[in-house]
């Protein structure tokens, strides 16, 4: 085996400075301002379950409207995609179609104090109407108490309903070579295919009739994109979209670019919203209920910490290092640590995907052990033992966590948003029988999907790299310190 020494130090800091990050994250405080840069623990959102929340009731703002089902049904998906895109996935929505009302609940804000459900309702974002117009016009009037009212002018091109999705890509030049930036891509569906077509046609000939005659090196005419009365966008038309593939472009990052596409899929309403009721859920189970399952969840971890090291002696150290690396991948990936992915809802499911991925990390270090104490046992040499270990230990391992990836899938697919890449995954499937977008148990799958993955990382090959490193040290040679006989 080559493998240094140095390799179980430099493996077990950086599992402990893992661990760490993930539980206090990674802060700047500069007087009253403060910058996070990872996420703790404290930032993770607590599911209604366990911290309660708002339930509020939207219907239209206009009164002469009479919305049809399938109306209610879009306000119901852009709600439903709105709290997706706020790392949300603890959530119950329902219509009422006979009073033409949608009904939303979801749980509060991490570190949400004061408990008031109409600053929460704001957290969702706009409830207005998106629409997509010819040119940047707007005319503005000032009442007498200095409040300035502004409406948007320019023909509508496209309505929010017309927009099948936004999402953030890649930004690339002409050459077909990244810029290293984002941009915003649209996807239209086949009502607002053609008005786009139209549009964009017209503003590319509006530009080049501007550039004739004026010699300038860039076009002006624009597309502006308005939630009720606020420009959020005006983009450039460049060039003819027939094919309802559209790319918004700009000096974008990623969080700008997604802020944008959520904007865009966010007001896809069939009409304004306005908030008729909200009020606050009581928890079903509490925060003292969660205090004492972390409590037990603690006691429960160093107890199994002890019977590794008691029973496994070195093989034992190892495996409780890598369980702690397994527990911190768990934690870091529903808090947003990883900076590809964002913050995730932790319900009560949710504790118990990770409370079973303890136990299925837990079974994989057993089985590796117990391996290693049978290899060394029938007489080989400890770097054999322990080559010949992980290897027989793997199939076993990979059989009993693909089973539980799938499972986890499964769930994932059938529990989470109906976008969501697992649920198009298995949309063949769902076809036939339906989903249904319960938070709680979307939270299980995800747990266990983490826990699973991480249990690869930190159970066979973080505690492989460990152990055979300290296998190299003199002092941990002897064979009784992983379950072996005694010298004779």
């Keep these: 085996m080559k493998n240094n020494k140095s390799v179980f130090f430099i493996v077990f800091v950086l599992i402990i400075a893992f661990a760490a990050s993930t539980v206090f994250g990674v802060k700047n405080q500069y007087g009253d301002l403060t910058t996070v840069y990872i996420n703790g623990l404290d930032e993770i959102r607590l599911g209604i379950d366990i911290q309660g929340g708002v339930d509020v009731t939207f219907a239209p703002a206009e009164d002469e409207i009479d919305p049809t089902a399938e109306q209610l049904q879009a306000v119901q998906e852009v709600m439903k995609m709105r709290m997706i895109s706020l790392g949300i996935n603890d959530y119950e929505t329902y219509i009422d179609e006979t009073n033409d009302k949608v009904i939303v609940r979801f749980p509060w804000q991490s570190g949400e104090t004061e408990f008031d459900p109409k600053t929460a309702v704001q957290e969702l974002g706009e409830t207005a109407k998106l629409t997509f117009r010819k040119g940047y016009n707007y005319t503005s009037e000032t009442a007498e108490d200095g409040t300035v009212t502004i409406t948007p002018g320019g023909d509508i091109v496209l309505e929010g309903s017309d927009i099948s999705e936004a999402y953030v890509s890649l930004d690339y030049d002409s050459s077909g070579n990244t810029t290293g930036g984002y941009c915003v ?125 008691v029973l496994y002696r070195i093989p034992g150290l190892v495996a409780a290092i890598a369980l702690i690396g397994q527990v911190a991948g768990m934690l870091a990936v529903v808090s947003g640590w990883f900076g590809f992915y964002d913050s995730s809802t932790l319900t009560i499911p949710g504790i118990a995907g990770i409370i079973l991925s303890i136990g299925m990390g837990v079974d994989c270090n057993i089985i590796t052990s117990e391996r290693i104490r049978e290899e060394i046992r029938s007489g080989k040499s400890l770097e054999a033992a322990l080559k010949a270990g992980y290897h027989r230990s ?95």
């Design 394 to 488: 793997f199939s076993s391992i990979l059989d009993g966590n693909m089973t539980v990836i799938i499972v986890s899938i499964i769930l994932m697919g059938a529990f989470g948003v109906s976008d969501s890449f697992f649920a198009k995954l298995l949309s063949p499937l769902f076809r036939w029988f339906g989903v249904s977008t319960e938070g709680t148990m979307y939270s299980f799958g995800f747990t266990l999907l983490s826990g699973v993955m991480f249990n690869f990382i930190m159970g066979v090959l973080a505690s492989r790299l460990m152990l055979t490193s300290l296998a190299k040290f003199k002092c941990f040679q002897n064979p009784v310190l992983y379950g072996g006989a005694k010298h004779e």
């Design 185 to 309: 891509a649209l996807e239209l569906n086949d009502e607002g295919k053609e008005a786009f077509k139209e549009a964009t046609a017209a503003a590319v000939a509006k530009n080049a009739e501007y550039l004739d005659m004026t010699s300038s090196s860039s076009a002006r005419y624009v597309i502006s994109i308005w939630m009720d009365d606020t420009c959020i966008s005006a983009p450039t038309v460049s060039a003819t979209i027939s094919d309802g593939q559209a790319v918004i472009t700009g000096d974008f990052d990623y969080d700008e670019a997604k802020a944008l596409a959520d904007k865009i899929n966010g007001g896809a309403l069939p009409f304004n919203l306005k908030t008729e009721t909200f009020k606050t859920i009581s928890p079903s189970m509490g925060e003292g209920a969660l205090k004492v399952m972390l409590q037990s969840g603690v006691i429960a971890l160093v107890f199994i910490i002890i019977y590794m090291i």
